[in-house]
């Protein structure tokens, strides 16, 4: 069963990778189409495809998955299934996914995260990948994340920015609807 638990996914010491709470991500590195919610390996994943996936995975899982965490497994993806491949693991399948509960409805995101998370479970069990082997993958990844789920930081991977992803106006204060003056209804 893959290793998504309480809105994480779980590596031993090597959760740090993706565990990301959301209490207002980053602004550092904005993306210009708002509808992006991830680019990586030649892929873009969209804000909905992202959204749906974190809660498809999260009924497959009986539990809360942030869509950053979402994002940070698929951003890894293609390096995990390199250095599998270099250990002579075979890929995890989507049929494999689906075999754990066949009437589960999951997106193509959905599933492509789950494999990822499985493969990178089945290396760290086997012994095979460890926190500091991670970390070295997230090194050799291109990675943009919308600073709505995080940012993407080389050698940490995905990580909670310090500043709001969405900024007050420059007032302070919202603006006022034309032909309504501050205070009146």
Not at 3 to 30: E, P
Request: a neutral charge; one cysteine or more.
């Amino acid at each position: 069963m893959p290793s998504f638990r309480r809105g994480r996914f779980a590596l031993g010491g090597a959760a740090m990778l993706c565990t990301l709470a959301l209490a207002g991500c980053g602004s550092s590195g904005v993306m210009h189409d708002g509808s992006t919610a991830l680019t990586y390996d030649g892929k873009t994943v969209t804000n909905d495809q992202l959204q749906t996936a974190a809660k498809d995975i999260s009924a497959f899982v009986g539990g809360p998955v942030d869509p950053g965490v979402v994002a940070g497994r698929l951003a890894i993806g293609p390096q995990v299934e390199k250095y599998a491949a270099q250990k002579g693991q075979s890929p995890i399948t989507a049929s494999q996914i689906q075999a754990q509960k066949p009437k589960a409805e999951l997106s193509d995101v959905a599933l492509k995260a789950l494999e990822v998370d499985a493969l990178i479970s089945t290396l760290a069990n086997n012994g095979d990948l460890d926190n500091a082997s991670l970390q070295a993958l997230t090194k050799k990844s291109d990675v943009t994340v919308n600073p709505r789920y995080g940012a993407w930081e080389k050698g940490k991977g995905m990580v909670a920015d310090s500043d709001p992803w969405i900024k007050a106006t420059p007032s302070g204060q919202a603006a006022q609807p034309q032909g309504q003056a501050q205070g009146q209804g």
